[in-house]
């Protein structure tokens, strides 16, 4: 199912002013709101300065994933930006909302905005969009990954914590430049690498390597975000008996693993296929177990 069928159920949108407290006015923390009509202000230094924090989260037959990790995960960004921590119990309910307001889809993407809101007024700016996801199956399936220099140390988060690196923030141009030039050499993503030799993330995914039976992620301490797939993994692979830990690691480490994926919540456990020009080996029923968690169904 993709996102540009005509027959595609409407999105959802619902607007959360007591994302950070309850409104002054007593009115509800959440609405649902028209999604096809403007609804955020020009003046939102979201707009004019790409002041603020998302997160995506996944729902898969109606259950959303992760949900309080990927709000904590929310809290913690907004915390590292110094904007008003966010209501966690208030952005859960209007999760809750909007997929309960939404057609019944097999995948459902629903990414949660949090701006510093309109300039000079000290109020968060909140909403919360819930629409079908994207055929995300050839990714699934493999995809050939570039590695691209991001330009900082692995130290940089503990060194210069004003650069953000860790926190999800909505200034995603960068990134979306790297996914770009990956596929001008023709790959499908992309690989940060930090300027001290050791990989770090993806541009919207984390990192997983398998090295025997241990299973490897870049540290937090590294200036990556805490990925919340990798902590369902994390979870699963100790419980079945595995070594699962965060380690850095060099181009080489996961160029001679016995397998890697990238992570993220609604394209879940993409196998690299190739990292630049090298070949790595693929495990589809690894992957398919990988699946079967990340989406709640085991």
Not at 81 to 108: F, R
Not at 129 to 148: C, E, F, K, N
Not at 188 to 206: H, I, K, M, R
Request: hydrophobic share 45%.
């Amino acid at each position: 199912m993709t996102s540009s069928s005509t027959d595609t159920p409407a999105p959802v949108l619902v607007l959360v002013p007591g994302a950070a407290g309850a409104p002054a006015d007593g009115s509800d923390p959440f609405h649902i709101a028209d999604a096809t009509a403007p609804q955020l202000s020009i003046t939102d230094l979201v707009v004019t300065r790409g002041d603020g924090i998302f997160e995506t989260i996944g729902a898969f037959d109606g259950t959303p994933i992760n949900v309080g990790p990927h709000l904590a995960r929310l809290a913690r960004s907004a915390s590292l930006l110094g904007l008003p921590a966010p209501d966690q119990e208030a952005i859960a309910a209007a999760v809750d909302a909007s997929i309960e307001a939404h057609a019944d889809v097999p995948e459902l993407t629903i990414r949660v905005m949090y701006t510093r809101g309109i300039e000079g007024n000290g109020v968060p700016t909140c909403w919360i969009d819930a629409h079908v996801s994207d055929d995300w199956a050839p990714y699934r399936a493999g995809i050939r990954v570039a590695t691209l220099d991001r330009g900082l140390a692995t130290t940089v988060f503990e060194e210069s914590p004003w650069l953000l690196q860790g926190a999800k923030t909505l200034s995603y141009a960068v990134n979306m430049a790297a996914v770009r030039e990956a596929k001008s050499r023709g790959a499908q993503d992309a690989l940060f690498v930090a300027t001290d030799g050791y990989v770090l993330e993806g541009p919207t995914s984390t990192l997983l390597v398998r090295r025997g039976d241990a299973y490897l992620t870049t540290p937090v301490s590294a200036g990556v975000l805490p990925g919340t797939c990798v902590g369902s993994l994390f979870e699963a692979l100790q419980k079945e008996g595995h070594e699962a830990r965060e380690q850095l690691m060099s181009v080489e480490d996961v160029a001679t693993s016995d397998g890697a994926w990238l992570l993220s919540s609604t394209r879940l456990a993409a196998p690299i296929t190739h990292l630049d020009d090298v070949e790595l080996p693929v495990d589809p029923e690894l992957t398919a177990h990988f699946e079967a968690i990340l989406t709640g169904r085991v």
